[in-house]
């Protein structure tokens, strides 16, 4: 057997991964993404089925089960906080300055830049 070696390089990422491969409504997507997550993790923590989750919230089954697979087109930001919101969830929304346009670039042309 050969033993093959090949260079990695590690890239620091922008902590945006749809921003790092430059998809359209980067930040959009990923808030989105971070809110499904946390159905998830309610509906893990708490032990719910999606027909429990339907019960206990008003919201179609087949909607918890779209963001069990991520399937998250469907949802608006708002959509999901209100999910949130009706699984006794307190969602809180923190602005913050965005990363310098130098580092974003760097990351997105795969140029490792220090902070």
Do not use: W
Not at 8 to 32: M, P, T, Y
Not at 37 to 66: C, H, M, N, P, Y
Not at 100 to 108: G, W, Y
């Amino acid at each position: 057997m050969t033993e093959q070696k090949d260079d990695i390089e590690l890239v620091r990422g922008s902590g945006n991964v749809f921003a790092d491969f430059d998809v359209a409504d980067a930040s959009l997507r990923q808030l989105r993404a971070i809110l499904a997550a946390e159905v998830v993790k309610t509906l893990d923590k708490e032990k719910l089925t999606v027909r429990d989750a339907q019960a206990r919230t008003g919201i179609a089954a087949a909607d918890f089960s779209r963001i069990r697979q991520v399937k998250l087109d469907r949802f608006t930001v708002d959509r999901l906080m209100r999910i949130l919101d009706r699984l006794d969830r307190d969602v809180r929304v923190k602005v913050s300055v965005a990363a310098r346009p130098e580092h974003l670039a760097a990351c997105r042309r795969g140029i490792a830049t220090s902070r």
